[in-house]
């Protein structure tokens, strides 16, 4: 970055020198000595000694007032690089300005085309299916499991309850339909109850968060039996039982297994597929074949 001398600071410099006594000395001698330099000139060869007494004098006061002329010349011309500086500077502020206002627009243009693309690939594989496609606004930073808001509502037909999902699997559901805004509570909350299965061994239950797991920001496939088969590196996709969520959405991945208290049922860790703490552009899914109530599923149990 370039650092510029402020110009008032040489102004109050330059009045300052005006105003000395040395300045005024200056003056005076510079016109005593011309007044001398006059007299010479009139009296011509005749007066050669005097001359050569006067030059003896005159030259270095010359040579004297000749070094501040220079100095003066090059304190004006920095006035003149300093204002060259100055242009250049805010040239350059200018164009990093409009770089990085290029770039952004870039990355929104480039977002925008891949999420419309995945989009796209979803609504071909899953033509019952009807969208509201929505940006992120604000995280709840007091909820440990990651509610946020998004900038559409019952004004582009969410209504609450309605699944939320990115290209990449399930996120949550709408907590709350506003007109312009909606509220979403992801898979790690406890509330969520998404009926699903293992994708390799269907072996079913329910996909619920729990305090602990979301920490990490994994969620669990609670309710499996004992006798379930399902293992570290298995995929949970959702079952549409009770019709709150449609069939064939991927959850995520198995990561562990435990066992409930009393030994009665088994659980799965799962890591959601989806990005959840890199959400910027989400997918409400408003309508789709067999949907139901979120209550409903709820009572239900998944």
């Given at each position: 970055m370039i650092c510029l001398k402020p110009i008032f600071q040489e102004d109050i410099y330059l009045r300052q020198f005006f105003k000395s006594a040395r300045f005024k000395v200056a003056v005076g001698i510079v016109v005593l000595l011309a007044a001398i330099a006059i007299i010479v000139a009139v009296a011509g060869g005749a007066a050669a000694p005097q001359s050569n007494i006067i030059g003896s004098i005159v030259t270095p006061v010359q040579r004297f007032f000749a070094g501040i002329g220079d100095s003066l010349g090059d304190f004006?011309?920095?006035?003149?690089?300093?204002?060259?500086?100055?242009?250049?500077?805010?040239?350059?502020?200018?164009?990093l300005r409009e770089k990085t206002s290029a770039l952004l627009e870039y990355d929104k243009l480039k977002r925008r085309n891949e999420f419309l693309k995945d989009y796209m690939e979803i609504k071909d594989e899953n033509p019952d299916w009807q969208f509201a496609e929505a940006m992120v606004i604000g995280e709840d930073p007091l909820d440990p499991f990651g509610s946020f808001m998004v900038d559409k509502g019952t004004l582009h037909g969410i209504n609450k309850g309605d699944p939320v999902i990115?290209?990449?699997?399930?996120?949550?559901?709408?907590?709350?339909?506003?007109?312009?805004?909606?509220?979403?509570?992801?898979?790690?909350?406890?509330?969520?109850?998404?009926?699903?299965?293992?994708?390799?061994?269907?072996d079913a239950g329910v996909i619920e968060g729990e305090a602990g797991l979301a920490e990490d920001g994994n969620c669990r496939l609670s309710y499996l039996k004992k006798s379930a088969?399902?293992?570290v590196g298995d995929y949970i996709i959702t079952s549409g039982v009770g019709g709150a969520f449609p069939d064939g959405i991927i959850v995520g991945e198995v990561?562990?297994?435990?066992?409930?208290?009393?030994?009665?049922?088994?659980?799965a860790v799962v890591r959601p597929q989806a990005r959840l703490e890199e959400l910027k552009d989400i997918m409400v899914i408003t309508a789709f074949e067999g949907q139901g109530s979120l209550d409903e599923?709820?009572?239900d149990g998944g």
């Open positions: 004006f011309d920095g006035f003149e690089d300093t204002e060259a500086l100055k242009e250049e500077n805010e040239e350059l502020r200018q164009e990115t290209a990449d699997g399930l996120v949550g559901y709408i907590e709350e339909a506003g007109v312009n805004y909606s509220t979403v509570t992801t898979i790690l909350n406890p509330d969520a109850q998404v009926g699903s299965y293992d994708n390799k061994t269907r088969k399902v293992a990561v562990d297994m435990g066992q409930d208290a009393g030994q009665v049922s088994v659980y599923t709820m009572e």
